[in-house]
């Protein structure tokens, strides 16, 4: 049990890559914290860095108040799950558990205790005596938790343990490391690509984005997960957390005689009050451009949310995906795509033009199945304006973002 | 027979597969891969058959003329294996190989496995740059080092008046021929065992050493187990290749009677005018024998997936 602080932290390659810069944390002590990103984006090599297989180019690791930047794995007292579960193939699943215990010369009766009151934990005891080649990935997982709970370690260190399990034992594994947190307490830091993973399990999630040149940090925002998803603080959280994506399109305000207006393409909706008091200075964008962002979630259909005129969107659906309970509808919104900083840099990287990302933007919303929307005709969608995003176009940063304001509402 | 006789494709996956499975399966390779083994093996099968036959009837006729009177008790004796036997130094001699041979194959898999294991797992400068030096040493000759060996041996290296090597009066002895085996052992022996043991996956052994291994926990108790099956393949190719060795003991073990082995009394039993190579058969799998136990009881080692169920693969 023992508190992580990443202060500064960076990794540089021999070849000169920066895989990892600034990057400032700290995990508490018993806390769950989950780094997500896409790949690429140095949440693998940070975790890296504090297990010790990495070497730390900048900056300083603490665990438990001792510097481990030189201290070497064995000596760091923590266990790391693998993605690929990494077993010792030769030995029985008894054996696996035990070895990092017999390493540590600890008393043999001991051993056997722990190593039995982990397997029945995760419901291994009946594999004890087999070769990991006789289990299926799901009791491998098992295995290589195991492994790392006998241990009894200040932190557990978890490098996209579940991404190798099928969906259905994804989910199920999910709900059990949830509990199992629960119940050991002990300082995790998990790994994932896995927006769902990271909602679910982490206490906090810290979202990473890839190094470039210009921009040498990879920490994007650090907060519970409801904060990321309400709060995001910049367009690449408000992109990456949520699926479907949330809807992003440039737009304007207009105020009229105390009411506000936001104007994108032909659609013109009044913003509610609450939206504006969560932008504090919003009122320096009015008339400039600024990108808009709509949850899918915060659409509904005429019919089910009442007549809303001011509200309402207009559109010729495309296509609709009826998941029973809900469905997706996607349209187009005649405006040219946000071009947000990344995107800017991977067309400047491929030597395309902005021009040629078209003058349309997708949109996608989540109704409700009990009215019938048919492709091809045209919907009439009411928007719960207070929950719109602004941010500001140039930086891409939320409009008076401010850490931990937020509100479900 | 076309392909379309072979096993359903669709639950084996790839085109790669499915390919290779027709390979196998079609009857015209099965008959390639059985004439192949046939035509390999009638040297082998004429010399066993010459060795069990009276010595007038191999100066007579072939070993194929026993077939039509297989069962005549005239056609076989044992006298040639039992001339071998009864030979003078013989038995000796097949000791002498086996103190040769089990020092000679040992020693360089241990250094290799240490030496492919720093290779492989361990950051160090320089380290490609030493693998690739110790891997040209392939290419240097056996015959070419021989003397330079011998003076090696007789009167040790002196550079710029210092003692790189003593005059340790080696030739001759045991420890000779083990040294000039290890040595040329050695190249091969690195290099077959770096790839595979750096193909082991690299998350076992980050995993042991989170657990608390060092490297030479891990040496010992991940890698070794983990390599089996090269270290089996590396010590049958160097135990038969030593075990057949002439050149080599002949020059450092020399050719005194109480220092011979196999392969210098097969020589031998050929007489100086090779007029006894009835007896040679015999001999031949006299010493045949041990390399074909070494062969068939390290042969079950070779199988694959060794690491299976460690890692998804």
């Known amino acids: 049990m023992a508190e992580i602080v990443l202060e500064s932290l960076g990794k540089i390659y021999p070849d000169g890559t920066r895989a990892v810069g600034d990057v400032n944390l700290t995990i508490e002590d018993g806390e769950f914290l989950v780094l997500v990103g896409p790949s690429g984006c140095g949440k693998s090599t940070v975790l890296r860095m504090v297990a010790g297989l990495e070497e730390v180019s900048e900056g300083t690791i603490h665990i438990g108040d001792v510097l481990v930047n030189d201290v070497p794995p064995k000596d760091r007292d923590i266990a790391m799950v693998f993605q690929n579960y990494a077993l010792y193939p030769h030995m029985s699943v008894f054996d696996n558990m035990a070895f990092g215990l017999r390493l540590r010369k600890m008393d043999k009766e001991e051993i056997r205790r722990r190593v039995e009151e982990a397997a029945a934990v995760l419901e291994i005891t009946d594999f004890l005596g087999r070769k990991p080649k006789a289990l299926s990935g799901g009791q491998r997982q098992r295995v290589a938790m195991g492994r790392a709970i006998v241990r009894e370690p200040k932190a557990f260190l978890m490098d996209e343990p579940l991404s190798n399990l099928d969906a259905k034992l994804r989910v199920q594994m999910r709900t059990e490391l949830g509990r199992l947190h629960g119940r050991l307490k002990t300082t995790t830091v998990y790994v994932t690509h896995d927006q769902v993973e990271a909602m679910t399990l982490g206490h906090r999630v810290a979202v990473l984005k890839a190094v470039t040149a210009k921009r040498p940090d990879n920490l994007q925002q650090v907060a519970p997960p409801s904060e990321l998803f309400y709060n995001p603080a910049n367009l690449f959280v408000a992109g990456f957390i949520g699926s479907p994506a949330m809807n992003m399109v440039t737009g304007h305000l207009e105020g009229t005689g105390g009411e506000v207006f936001a104007v994108f393409g032909p659609h013109r909706l009044r913003v509610d009050a609450k939206a504006l008091q969560r932008h504090p200075g919003l009122e320096k964008f009015m008339g400039r451009d600024l990108v808009i962002g709509i949850r899918p979630g915060d659409f509904e259909d005429h019919r089910i949310a009442g007549e809303e005129p001011e509200r309402t969107m207009e559109v010729k659906v495309d296509v609709t995906e009826v998941l029973g309970s809900e469905t997706f509808v996607h349209y187009m919104v005649p405006v040219a795509p946000v071009v947000t900083p990344e995107i800017e840099e991977l067309l400047a990287d491929t030597g395309s033009d902005p021009a040629t990302l078209g003058d349309e933007t997708k949109f996608s919303s989540r109704v409700s199945s009990d009215v019938a929307i048919p492709a091809g005709g045209t919907a009439r969608l009411v928007v719960e304006t207070a929950k719109f995003h602004f941010f500001d176009p140039e930086t891409g940063q939320r409009i008076g973002y401010r850490p931990g304001a937020f509100s479900a509402a | ?269 050929n007489a100086s005018r090779g007029n006894e190579w009835q007896l040679l058969t015999a001999g031949a799998f006299i010493s045949m024998t041990l390399p074909l136990a070494v062969f068939f009881s390290l042969q079950r080692y070779f199988v694959r997936g060794l690491t299976a169920g460690s890692v998804k693969g």
């Open chain 2, 1 to 269: 027979m076309t392909a379309t006789t072979a096993p359903a494709p669709a639950r084996s996956g790839s085109r790669r597969h499915r390919r290779l499975s027709w390979l196998t399966d079609h009857w015209l390779v099965k008959f390639v891969v059985l004439l192949i083994v046939i035509l390999w093996l009638i040297p082998t099968v004429g010399l066993l058959i010459t060795s069990f036959r009276p010595t007038d009837d191999i100066n007579a006729t072939g070993w194929w003329t026993v077939f039509p009177h297989m069962f005549d008790k005239a056609t076989w004796t044992i006298s040639n294996y039992d001339a071998v036997l009864s030979r003078q130094g013989f038995g000796n001699a097949f000791l002498n190989s086996l103190a040769v041979t089990i020092p000679s194959t040992v020693i360089p898999i241990t250094i290799a496995a240490f030496a492919a294991y720093a290779f492989a797992w361990m950051e160090f400068k320089g380290r490609h740059v030493l693998f690739v030096v110790v891997v040209g040493l392939l290419v240097v000759p056996l015959q070419m080092a021989l003397i330079p060996i011998l003076r090696l041996y007789t009167s040790g290296a002196e550079v710029f008046g210092v003692t790189i090597f003593p005059d340790l009066d080696l030739n001759g002895t045991y420890l000779a021929v083990w040294l000039a085996h290890t040595g040329f052992g050695l190249p091969l022996a690195v290099y077959l065992l770096r790839n595979y043991i750096g193909s082991l996956p690299s998350s076992i052994i980050e995993s042991a050493r989170i657990d608390g291994a060092d490297h030479f926990k891990i040496f010992t108790r991940l890698i070794i187990p983990l390599s089996v099956p090269v270290l089996a393949s590396f010590a049958i190719f160097q135990f038969l290749w030593v075990w057949n060795d002439l050149l080599v003991a002949l020059i450092f073990l020399g050719g005194e009677p109480q220092n011979r082995v196999l392969t210098q009394a097969l020589m031998e039993l």
